[in-house]
């Protein structure tokens, strides 16, 4: 194969594909990538970016940028059969990130594209992948362009983020498992709503009731994102949705006759149904699967999105520490297995999530019943939260997971240099961390000879901290998530040269 026209291609340019070229770039990396259509401009679509979300886009160097566009969401009021339940918060802790944003989808993937820029990306408009060819140690990618006019692209890698059709999945001949859900479907408008509910601009409301789940969520620029689950038959034509079946749909919840809707501008309306849908890997050879094209599910919790930025934040940092020829290539295979692990607990969960799931008469009485109860008592309220961040979703049992490893690292308070710090700003996404702990930490090991870039800072947490125990040292992954724990320097060493291919470049001290 002649030499590589660049490192990665990435096919598609929705929110993973962005996302995971901007991380590319952050380490240098020549990336090409690709997208059919011919401007960004597309339709709504996904509307909440959860708190892990909002960290993976902190190392991409881009949140406040999003903080600055979207709306800031404190809380969620609960009703049940019209009756009100209880108010979530939805603020957590341990995270410099502490609340959701509701942000559209063309938004996100706007400002990613400025990001792209920023950091000497481009986007290739109106190139459509038609073909892909691996070999051992490289892929050929066919393109072609508007005018029609055919070219092959050579990369070291390429990464399939065209969605649920995707072509490199199919080139990989990765089967994609699963099927359609059955009997769901949801109806969407952006409107602004005249009810008896006050219109907080930091608050959305979730209504339960036979059948129904709808919720309204406070949009950028006014209004709601109004979306309703309900159990249709799959026969059901999608036929697009109206403002009168929307109005129906928010009476019936809200146990209100009297309701207005006013679509906000550009209108959108959209009806989907859905599939439940994996990969069976992400990784074949030189292929590689992130965002809908590894995984699918239904909207319920708004997880798509966000589950497609996480496996890029996942994916860009181990694909440069191969490129660069820092780490071996089975790090990669530790992709597919963390985040194929992430989205079957983001599917398991959206099945088993009741409030966004139109409401059987189990549990709306049990909603009745108990549903003020939990939202009061503390322990239930921050599980509840820890879920809709996503922030509890870890990676124990990974091959990259040693002895006490797996979890995200929380944000907290810890002493450096003399004064006080917020943990994650002392952690980058662009190298590891080892941090010594406490007063009289182990020595850290040697690392002159590692290929992986690893900085070591000395930290002592303010309050006693499970994930910084007194007098050990703590290695932490660039995307925060704890490779090991340990008393023992030569632990590691020995973790780090089971990682390191020590031919690579010098590591970032
Ligand atoms: C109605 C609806 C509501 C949703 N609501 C939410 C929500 O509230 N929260 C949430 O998190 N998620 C939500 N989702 C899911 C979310 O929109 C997707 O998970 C997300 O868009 C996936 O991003 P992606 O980059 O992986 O793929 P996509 O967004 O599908 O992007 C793929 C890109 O690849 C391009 N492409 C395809 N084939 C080729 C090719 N051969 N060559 C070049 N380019 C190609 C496409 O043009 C497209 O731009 C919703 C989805 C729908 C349909």
């Not at 404190?74 to 957590?92: H, I, K, N, P, Y």
């Not at 994916?315 to 089975?330: M, Q, T």
């Not at 040292?473 to 660039?478: H, Y």
Request: glycine content about 10%; charged content about 25%.
């Amino acid at each position: 194969m002649a030499q590589d026209d660049c490192d990665v291609v990435i096919v598609g340019a929705g929110p993973t594909g962005l996302a995971l070229a901007v991380g590319l770039r952050l380490y240098g990396l020549r990336v090409r990538l690709l997208e059919k259509q011919d401007s960004g401009k597309r339709e709504a679509r996904a509307g909440i970016v959860w708190h892990r979300a909002m960290e993976v886009l902190a190392d991409l160097g881009c949140a406040e940028r999003f903080v600055e566009e979207g709306v800031s969401l404190d809380s969620t009021e609960l009703f049940v059969q019209g009756r009100t339940v209880g108010v979530l918060d939805l603020t957590a802790s341990g995270t410099r990130w502490p609340n959701p944003l509701s942000i559209e989808q063309d938004a996100v993937e706007r400002l990613l594209a400025e990001r792209l820029t920023e950091v000497g990306g481009a986007i290739e408009w109106s190139t459509e992948a038609t073909a892909v060819r691996m070999a051992e140690d490289a892929a050929e990618v066919e393109v072609r362009r508007a005018d029609g006019r055919p070219q092959t692209l050579r990369c070291a890698w390429v990464v399939g983020c065209e969605g649920s059709h995707s072509l490199v999945r199919k080139a990989a001949g990765l089967p994609f498992d699963g099927g359609p859900r059955r009997h769901l479907q949801v109806a969407q408008i952006n409107a602004k709503v005249d009810w008896r509910l006050p219109y907080h601009g930091d608050r959305t409301y979730l209504l339960l009731d036979k059948d129904l789940s709808l919720g309204c969520a406070p949009r950028p620029g006014g209004g709601y994102r109004c979306f309703a689950f309900t159990r249709e038959p799959d026969s059901t034509p999608l036929t697009p949705v109206t403002v009168e079946e929307m109005r129906q749909l928010l009476m019936r919840a809200a146990h209100d006759s009297d309701v207005w809707l006013t679509p906000t501008l550009p209108e959108w309306t959209n009806r989907a149904r859905f599939q439940d849908r994996f990969a069976r890997s992400l990784r074949s050879g030189r292929a590689l699967l992130a965002g809908d094209s590894a995984h699918l599910w239904a909207p319920i919790g708004g997880r798509g999105l966000n589950t497609g930025l996480r496996g890029a934040h996942n994916l860009a940092w181990k694909l440069a520490s191969v490129v660069r020829g820092w780490a071996p290539p089975e790090l990669l295979d530790t992709y597919s297995t963390e985040q194929r692990r992430t989205a079957l607990r983001v599917m398991r969960r959206t099945r088993r999530d009741v409030l966004e799931s139109p409401g059987t008469w189990r549990v709306l009485l049990t909603m009745r019943l108990v549903g003020r109860h939990v939202l009061g008592t503390r322990w239930a309220a921050d599980r509840i939260r820890g879920r809709l961040a996503d922030l509890d979703l870890d990676h124990r049992g990974s091959p990259l997971s040693a002895h006490g490893g797996g979890d995200r690292m929380p944000d907290q308070q810890v002493w450096a240099d003399g004064r006080a710090h917020s943990l994650h700003t002392l952690l980058s996404y662009r190298h590891w961390t080892l941090l010594s702990v406490g007063e009289r930490p182990p020595p850290a090991p040697a690392l002159a000879s590692c290929s992986l870039p690893v900085t070591v800072r000395a930290v002592s947490p303010t309050h006693a901290s499970r994930q910084l125990p007194d007098q050990s040292l703590v290695l932490v992954r660039p995307d925060l998530h704890i490779a090991l724990q340990t008393r023992s320097p030569e632990e590691v060493t020995a973790y780090l040269g089971r990682w390191c291919t020590r031919a690579g470049a010098a590591p970032g001290q």
